[in-house]
């Protein structure tokens, strides 16, 4: 018997030595990925597409008067679907926010990190926007180590000039866009229609222009191995039936080369290395499932293509378990998910609940700071109290005060008549006038109803407080 280690075992022994993007002296190995082609790499194109196209028209859409979706951060602000949430619903958002951490847990316990290949906006602008731009410029990935290593001629600089414009360009629309989705596309529009008057914004533009640009000329994958806390939880979120792109290595080893009229013997692998030159992250899917796989099928389309070209069955490398690969289980619902799924049922239960009675009005009353009562003519008490009105709808809201609960009170305002702005929040005063007759405790309990064009949109509770001589029971 050989004692000569195979490859699989060379790889198994050093393959978690360093990233593939790294050099054993620590230096950037970069990574010339093989254009996919393939089924996979179809549809992706085609999902990206659509998915590209949304990204950039969102910021234009309107609902109701509302962006569909801006996350107005200086202000507090958040329109979903043309729905604007406050500060004050940020329960509701904090729901949400949870159902969908949950959500990811679990899609990913199942599907893997389907996200990262199919929807992350990392993968899809790298891998279908400026990989692509890079093919059709500099050509397929041995093309590109030859313009590389190439002197610094005419057509080099031409390719390189090119490059540079479409990747910079590209990235100020990016840059752009997501500033539309914090801003406003029409505060965006303001600041590039007059760049003079709004330099800060405009720097703050080119700033994130060029972040954009850096990340993608030159950081690359490094976001998907390096930045991104995602790709990190794998280790704890996938298990033995997590589907994932995964190598069959029971059909696959022993691997050995393809030759021509052979009867073969051993695994269907024909180590081919294509499944690693088209792999984005530079790894070789043979290894096992690692956490620098971005779920990207590029490795199934290349395997896919090598069986078909040698008449051996595709599907070497797919969509799989490792308990699918290893013992033939198909997808199977384990304990950890079902716990998971009843916990996210009840969370969207909960976020829808709170969504379905969500007003668009708001109303805080409370008693005015550092004062008790006050001693009125024709034997009445007084209390002064402070209104925190919000109005979520782009109407102005006039808006008058009754006490629901004492039929002989008095509601006196402090200044003018409220009208609460579209969009705004506004505060105001009033006194509560009680017969001291009526006020038979120290505390009672007041209810305010808050009226507009006659119809009452929320009512508030608050206290009155009296002398402590009213007191008497307690
Ligand atoms: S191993 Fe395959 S699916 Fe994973 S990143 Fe590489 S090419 Fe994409
Ligand atoms: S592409 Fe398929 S056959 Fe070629 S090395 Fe990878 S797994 Fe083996």
Not at 96 to 125: D, E
Request: aromatic content about 14%; overall charge positive.
């Amino acid at each position: 018997m050989s004692t000569e280690k195979s490859t699989v075992e060379q790889l198994e022994e050093s393959f978690r030595d360093r990233m593939p993007s790294v050099t054993k002296d620590g230096k950037r190995n970069w990574i010339y990925a093989w254009q996919p082609k393939g089924k996979w790499y179809t549809r992706r194109t085609v999902l990206s597409v659509l998915y590209v196209v949304l990204f950039f028209a969102l910021p234009f859409i309107k609902i109701n008067g509302n962006p569909a979706l801006q996350i107005n951060l200086v202000e507090g602000k958040f329109s979903i679907f043309g729905m604007i949430f406050w500060p004050q619903d940020f329960f509701i958002f904090g729901v949400g926010m949870v159902t969908m951490v949950i959500f990811i847990y679990l899609f990913t316990m199942i599907y893997g990190r389907v996200f990262c290949g199919w929807a992350c906006p990392q993968t899809i602008f790298m891998e279908m926007i400026f990989r692509k731009i890079e093919y059709w410029i500099e050509g397929d990935a041995n093309y590109q180590k030859a313009l590389k290593k190439a002197p610094w001629t005419g057509d080099k600089i031409k390719k390189r000039v090119l490059k540079f414009l479409a990747f910079y360009s590209i990235s100020f629309v990016i840059a752009n866009t997501l500033l539309s989705y914090l801003i406003g596309v029409d505060q965006v529009f303001t600041i590039l229609g007059d760049i003079a008057g709004n330099t800060g914004s405009f720097i703050g533009i080119m700033i994130f222009t060029t972040v954009f640009f850096f990340v993608y000329w030159w950081f690359r994958e490094q976001v998907c191995l390096i930045v991104c806390p995602y790709g990190r939880m794998q280790g704890v979120l996938l298990d033995q039936n997590s589907v994932v792109v995964a190598y069959d290595y029971v059909r696959g080893e022993d691997r050995h080369k393809f030759k021509k009229n052979e009867v073969r013997t051993g695994g269907d692998c024909i180590d081919c290395n294509m499944c690693v030159k088209v792999c984005p992250t530079g790894i070789d899917i043979r290894n096992g499932t690692q956490l620098e796989c971005v779920s990207c099928t590029a490795c199934i389309d290349a395997c896919d293509h090598m069986m078909e070209s040698v008449g051996m069955e595709k599907g070497l490398i797919r969509y799989d378990s490792e308990n699918g690969i290893k013992n033939k289980v198909k997808l199977a619902f384990t304990n950890r998910m079902k716990a998971y799924t009843a916990v996210l049922l009840v969370l969207i239960g909960i976020e829808a609940t709170l969504l379905s009675t969500r007003s668009d009005y708001d109303a805080t009353v409370l008693r005015a700071k550092g004062m008790l009562y006050q001693e009125q003519p024709n034997n009445q008490l007084s209390n002064l109290y402070t209104i925190k009105l919000v109005n979520k709808t782009r109407k102005d809201l006039p808006v008058e005060l009754k006490v629901e609960n004492f039929a002989n009170s008095t509601l006196k305002l402090v200044g003018k008549e409220i009208v609460v702005k579209k969009e705004a929040v506004t505060e105001g005063e009033f006194f509560v006038y009680l017969d001291k007759a009526e006020v038979t405790q120290r505390k009672l309990e007041l209810i305010i109803g808050v009226y507009s064009n006659g119809k009452r949109i929320r009512t508030v509770k608050t206290n009155f407080l009296g002398p402590f001589k009213f007191n008497k029971k307690n």
